[in-house]
Every structure is written in C-alpha cells, then in structure tokens.
C-alpha cells in the first residue's frame, strides 16, 4: 500500500508541475507578446518610399492683364491745353477721325488731333484742362491694330528666369470667366524700373472669339527640367553641419524579434523643386524615411508601417 501511495502522490505531482510549467509559459509568451506590442507601440511610427528616376518641375506664377498685341504711342506735337477728349479707352476708330482737341499757346487757336490710321485707342494719356508741350515727350494716346492676337506680361526674377524658357508653357486662366486659354511666350528680356528689376515675359494668345483686352489672368510657366536617376521626396532631406543626408529604413534584429531602425546616409544635392530633391550617392533599393510621428536621428529604433503589422 504505502509503494502504490507513494507513486500515486509522485504522479500527481509530476501533474502539478505539468500544469504550472504550462501556466508559465502561457505567461511568458503573453509578456513577450505584450512586451513587444508595448516597445512598437511607444516607437516613433514612420513612413518611406524608394527614390525613383524622373524630372524636377518648376513653375512660376503670377497675374497680369491682356493687352493688345500690336500698340503704337502717338506723342504730342504742339504746346497747348487739352480742351476736349472725343474718344475713350476702347473705342473703335478710323483714319482721320479727330480724337482731341487743343487749344494752341499764345494764339489760342483750336487744333484736332487726328488718327493716322484705323484702330482701337488702347490707352489715352492726358486729360482734359492739363497742358502739354512737344518738349516733354507727352504719349497723347495708343492705339492698337485689330487683330486676333493678345498679349499678357510677367516680371520675373533672376532666380526664376533660371528656370524659364522661350520653350516653357504657359497656363493662362482668365480670373473673371473662369476659363483658361492657350499661349505661348513670345518674348524674354531684361527689365530695369525705379521700384523693379528682373525680366519680363510676353505672352502672345491668339483669339478669335471675343477681345481679351483688360481681361484679368493668372499666369504659371511650368518648366521640367533634365532627367535624374534619384529623385526623393523633399521631405526626406535633412542637412546638419557635415552636409545633406537621408534616414533609411533597415533592420533590426533584437531580443524582442525582428524590427526596423533608422540609419544615415550622407547625400550630394544636385537639384530641387518644391516636392523632390535630385541627389547623388543613394542606392536606389533604400526605403528612404519620408515622414515620422516623432523625432528620430541614426541608430533610433522605429515602427516602419510599410510592414503592416505593429
């Protein structure tokens, strides 16, 4: 009796200690599971993409108004006061129409300005009671040659003509309609005024269904420039004293089981627009880090979401 005792107690605790080996390590594999969601979860979370090949963009904007394609300014020839304007800013003419009137100095007889020719008056440059004299290159008027041809101007930077060519295309929307019309630049040289300096941009647009003149424009000349291998997005650029460099995704192999940690590659800048950076001496299979829910620098620990788990 006692032997069959004895062997029933050794094998029912032979059983306990099953049982609480199994009980621990349920526990163990539960803390290591929650040990390791609770490391990925305290993690800075990031997001990469691979560099890829194509063309930096660059586009310049700004507003501006059409005006005739082809102006010519008539200047004031005689000294007088203007007594009378018989034409506005719009107005169809004819060849030999009188536009003003004006009083001569000292005779006090009355003078008719005259068109030379047919036209529309684009612009009239005096006004009524003012005097003018042959001496002080006073533009009585401009007029304009009907035409189906507008023309639209944008001042532009030294920076921005870098990156702006009679090949570029221009986008023209017409503020007030809505509507955008096609054109192209006619014309690029330097322009130096008081307040300004820079290059001015014509645009020539030809339009044949209605008058774009004083039509109001939003101007962008888009320009893609020459073809890179390695192309990032520019929030993955970084700069410290050393010089430019990326934080890439690698592996990281540890206790808790595989993961991922952010390590630096220095980089040469070739070139940038406002979405991506050309840069030298990147390996094309580099998942680059483009964005993060924390700070991160070489060698920290990170949760990459490309993984799909967490």
């Not at 507003?63 to 034409?87: H, N, P, Q, W």
């Not at 993961?259 to 991506?276: P, T």
Request: glycine share 8%; proline share 2%.
């Amino acid at each position: 009796m006692d032997k069959a005792e004895n062997e029933k107690r050794a094998y029912q605790k032979k059983k306990r200690f099953k049982k609480i080996f199994v009980v621990l390590a349920v526990v163990l594999l539960a803390l290591t599971f929650f040990s390791k969601s609770f490391y990925n979860y305290r993690l800075p979370v990031v997001t990469a993409a691979l560099p890829r090949q194509g063309r930096l963009s660059f586009t310049v904007e700004g507003t501006s108004e059409f005006t005739y394609a082809y102006t010519e300014s008539i200047y004031v020839d005689i000294d007088g006061k203007i007594r009378e304007i018989l034409v506005d800013v719009g107005d169809e003419v004819k060849a030999g129409q009188t536009l003003m009137r004006v009083e001569r100095s000292g005779t006090g007889e009355m003078y008719d300005v005259r068109s030379d020719k047919d036209g529309i008056i684009s612009w009239i440059g005096v006004s009524k009671g003012i005097y003018v004299s042959s001496m002080q290159n006073t533009v009585l008027y401009e007029i304009a040659e009907k035409s189906e041809e507008w023309v639209c101007s944008l001042i532009i930077s030294e920076e921005q003509f870098e990156h702006i060519s009679m090949e570029s295309v221009p986008v023209l929307e017409l503020v007030d309609q809505n509507e955008s019309v096609e054109g192209e630049i006619s014309s690029i040289f330097g322009y130096d005024s008081q307040n300004l300096q820079g290059y001015k941009v014509n645009i020539t647009v030809r339009s044949a269904d209605a008058s774009l003149a004083g039509e109001r424009v939003k101007i962008a000349i888009r320009e893609d420039g020459e073809l890179y291998d390695t192309l990032i997005p520019a929030t993955a650029l970084c700069k410290d004293a050393t010089g430019y460099y990326v934080l890439v995704v690698q592996e990281n192999n540890s206790v808790l089981g595989e993961g991922y940690k952010a390590h630096r590659m220095s980089v040469d800048l070739l070139g940038s627009d406002e979405a991506y950076c050309a840069v030298r001496g990147l390996p094309t299979d580099e998942l680059v880090i483009i964005a993060s829910t924390s700070e991160i620098a070489d060698g920290s620990n990170v949760f990459y979401e490309g993984d799909g788990t967490r």
